[in-house]
C-alpha cells in the first residue's frame, strides 16, 4: 500500500526527470547552434550538469517512492545520489580542464575576445 509521500516522491522524480530531457534537449541544440570551441563547451557542461544530475536524482526520488522494490529501494536511492553528487562534482572540473588545455594548446581560436588573461598570465611567467 502506497502512502501519499510516496507518490509524491514518485511525482517530483517524475518532474525531475522530465526537467533532465528538457535540458538535454536545450544542450544538444546548443551544441549545433553555437559558433566556437568555448560555448560549446558551455552547452556541453549544461546538458552534463542539468541533463544527468536531475534525472538521477529524480530516479533515486522515484526509488524512494517505489515500495515494490522493498528493501532494494533505499539501494537504489542511495547509489543514485552518491553518482549524481560525484557527477555534478567532477562536470566542472572536467570542462574547466578541457577549456584551459585546448587555449594552452592553441587548438580551437578565442575568438572574438576583448582580454586574454591566461594569455597574459602566461607571457608573465604566472602560469
Excluded at 557527477?87 to 588545455?101: N, P, W, Y
Amino acid at each position: 500500500m502506497t502512502t501519499l509521500i510516496e507518490w509524491f516522491l514518485v511525482i517530483l522524480g517524475q518532474v525531475f526527470i522530465t526537467a533532465g530531457v528538457f535540458f538535454d534537449l536545450v544542450a544538444s541544440i546548443a551544441m549545433i547552434r553555437f559558433p566556437n570551441f568555448y560555448t560549446r563547451l558551455h552547452a556541453a557542461t549544461v546538458g552534463s550538469i542539468g541533463g544527468a544530475f536531475l534525472p538521477i536524482i529524480g530516479v533515486a526520488l522515484v526509488a524512494a517512492g517505489a515500495d515494490f522494490l522493498g528493501p532494494y529501494r533505499w539501494f537504489l536511492c542511495g547509489a543514485s545520489l552518491v553518482v549524481a553528487f560525484i557527477e555534478l562534482l567532477l562536470a566542472g572540473a572536467g570542462s574547466h580542464a578541457l577549456a584551459r588545455a585546448t587555449h594552452r594548446a592553441k587548438a580551437a581560436p578565442v575568438k572574438p575576445v576583448i582580454t586574454d588573461q591566461l594569455e597574459e598570465d602566461r607571457s608573465k611567467g604566472e602560469v
